[in-house]
């Protein structure tokens, strides 16, 4: 995305992935576009097949106490919308916009090292087709997810992480089925949470909330559509089901590190911050970051002025914070609670029931939910 956004300023770059392009065009990872997000795409020259395919949603569904409540995002926020579309089918429509270009996209490249970051011409080294590669570049950006390498390439003492580890994780599920509700369900029930969400017409993606330690081996496919059924079912209303094409557990966390750059490196995406997949986040935190940092090397390139590159981080870290918070409001609110007793399950559906009743606190998830137009 960044690449794409510098290339429509006339700016070069050099794209690092040390993955296959099978890989990274087929793994499945979230699938939940904010407004912005979904409009960014169409301004770049990437959306054609996400106008065509992607399946727009103009609200989502909270369950609890086996009834199900519906928020209208469309009609509380002037119109704005999700869309479903999977980050595998954002990442193969970039690729191939990048391709296009001209400009090098490398794939497969290993034994990546970042150093002279204090110098105004940072260095990177790296392995790809067997030949040893040196970069000088005018700036780094780290978009290289938790497990990367640029944000350890910081010296130490510069930045300052901010984590939290939740008790529960979430089974998940990609099914060949058809969804069986038109738009994501949210389901809080005494036995954990449930999420039915979608990734296509034919595919179904689902989730039960577990304990971190959780043995996949223990739950064979049968179990986990019983425990859907349990968590999702209501009287009248019948879960689709088929062949299980993946499934896997994920642990929750919220992590943040300050500030998100450090001299001509700079971090976006899962390399400065995680949150937890409840409020739809992850993928969208990162388009926005990109987004203010290829405004501010524009900037840079085009008249000299670096104020946006020294404001990065902290414009970026008040959407950052904002997202944190909501998906932690989302979490806490909807999963059963590790050690919590009948007085936080009754505070839990006095919140349920209050953003369910109430327009304004229904507004107020809805306009996050969709992606703050301003933070």
Same mark, same amino acid.
């Given at each position: 995305?960044?690449?794409?956004?510098?290339?429509?300023?006339?700016?070069?770059?050099?794209?690092?992935?040390?993955?296959?392009?099978?890989?990274?065009?087929?793994?499945?990872?979230?699938?939940?576009?904010?407004?912005?997000?979904?409009?960014?795409?169409?301004?770049?020259?990437?959306?054609?097949?996400?106008?065509?395919?992607?399946?727009?949603?103009?609200?989502?569904?909270?369950?609890?106490?086996?009834?199900?409540?519906?928020?209208?995002?469309?009609?509380?926020?002037?119109?704005?919308?999700?869309?479903?579309?999977?980050?595998?089918?954002?990442?193969?429509?970039?690729?191939?916009?990048?391709?296009?270009?001209?400009?090098?996209?490398?794939?497969?490249?290993?034994?990546?090292?970042?150093?002279? $970051?204090?110098? &105004?011409?940072? @260095?990177?080294?790296?392995?790809? !087709?067997?030949?040893?590669? /040196? *970069? +000088?570049?005018?700036?780094?950006?780290?978009?290289?997810?938790?497990?990367?390498?640029?944000?350890?390439?910081?010296?130490?003492?510069?930045?300052?992480?901010?984590?939290?580890?939740?008790?529960?994780?979430?089974?998940?599920?990609?099914?060949?089925?058809?969804?069986?509700?038109?738009?994501?369900?949210?389901?809080?029930?005494?036995?954990?949470?449930?999420?039915?969400?979608?990734?296509?017409?034919?595919?179904?993606?689902?989730?039960?909330? $577990?304990?971190? &330690?959780?043995? @996949?081996?223990?739950?064979?496919? !049968?179990?986990?559509?019983? /425990? *859907? +059924?349990?968590?999702?079912?209501?009287?009248?209303?019948?879960?689709?089901?088929?062949?299980?094409?993946?499934?896997?557990?994920?642990?929750?966390?919220?992590?943040?590190?300050?500030?998100?750059?450090?001299?001509?490196?700079?971090?976006?995406?899962?390399?400065?911050?995680?949150?937890?997949?409840?409020?739809?986040?992850?993928?969208?935190?990162?388009?926005?970051?990109?987004?203010?940092?290829?405004?501010?090397?524009?900037?840079?390139?085009?008249?000299?002025?670096?104020?946006? @590159?020294?404001?990065?981080?902290? !414009?970026?870290?008040?959407?950052?914070? +904002?997202?944190?918070?909501?998906?932690?409001?989302?979490?806490?609110?909807?999963?059963?609670?590790?050690?919590?007793?009948?007085?936080?399950?009754?505070?839990?559906?006095?919140?349920?029931?209050?953003?369910?009743?109430?327009?304004?606190?229904?507004?107020?998830?809805?306009?996050?939910?969709?992606?703050?137009?301003?933070?």
């Amino acid at each position: 995305m960044l690449a794409q956004l510098l290339h429509l300023k006339g700016i070069d770059s050099v794209v690092l992935e040390d993955r296959s392009r099978e890989y990274v065009e087929h793994r499945i990872r979230a699938g939940v576009l904010e407004q912005g997000t979904v409009d960014l795409l169409h301004e770049i020259g990437v959306g054609e097949r996400l106008g065509r395919e992607g399946l727009v949603h103009d609200g989502i569904e909270i369950q609890f106490a086996g009834e199900r409540h519906r928020i209208d995002f469309a009609s509380l926020t002037g119109g704005r919308r999700i869309t479903v579309y999977g980050q595998q089918e954002v990442v193969k429509d970039l690729i191939a916009a990048r391709l296009k270009t001209g400009r090098p996209l490398h794939f497969e490249v290993d034994d990546v090292e970042i150093s002279e $970051v204090d110098s &105004d011409f940072p @260095l990177i080294r790296f392995g790809h !087709d067997d030949d040893e590669i /040196e *970069l +000088r570049c005018d700036f780094i950006a780290g978009c290289d997810g938790f497990h990367g390498v640029c944000r350890d390439s910081i010296p130490a003492g510069v930045l300052t992480a901010f984590e939290r580890e939740y008790p529960f994780a979430w089974l998940g599920i990609l099914a060949a089925a058809a969804p069986s509700n038109e738009e994501l369900i949210y389901a809080h029930h005494e036995r954990g949470f449930a999420l039915h969400s979608m990734r296509s017409p034919e595919v179904t993606r689902l989730y039960l909330q $577990v304990r971190p &330690d959780e043995n @996949l081996d223990e739950w064979p496919d !049968d179990r986990i559509w019983e /425990e *859907l +059924r349990l968590r999702l079912g209501l009287e009248g209303w019948t879960l689709n089901t088929g062949e299980v094409l993946e499934k896997g557990i994920t642990g929750m966390r919220s992590f943040v590190v300050e500030p998100m750059q450090h001299w001509r490196l700079f971090l976006a995406g899962d390399a400065a911050h995680i949150v937890p997949a409840t409020g739809a986040k992850g993928l969208n935190l990162a388009v926005a970051d990109v987004r203010l940092l290829a405004a501010a090397i524009a900037a840079w390139y085009r008249d000299g002025d670096g104020s946006l @590159l020294e404001r990065y981080s902290a !414009d970026a870290l008040r959407r950052v914070w +904002r997202a944190q918070h909501f998906s932690w409001f989302m979490t806490s609110m909807l999963h059963r609670l590790e050690g919590g007793d009948e007085f936080d399950s009754r505070l839990q559906l006095a919140q349920l029931a209050y953003v369910c009743s109430s327009e304004k606190a229904a507004a107020s998830l809805a306009e996050n939910y969709v992606g703050l137009e301003h933070v």
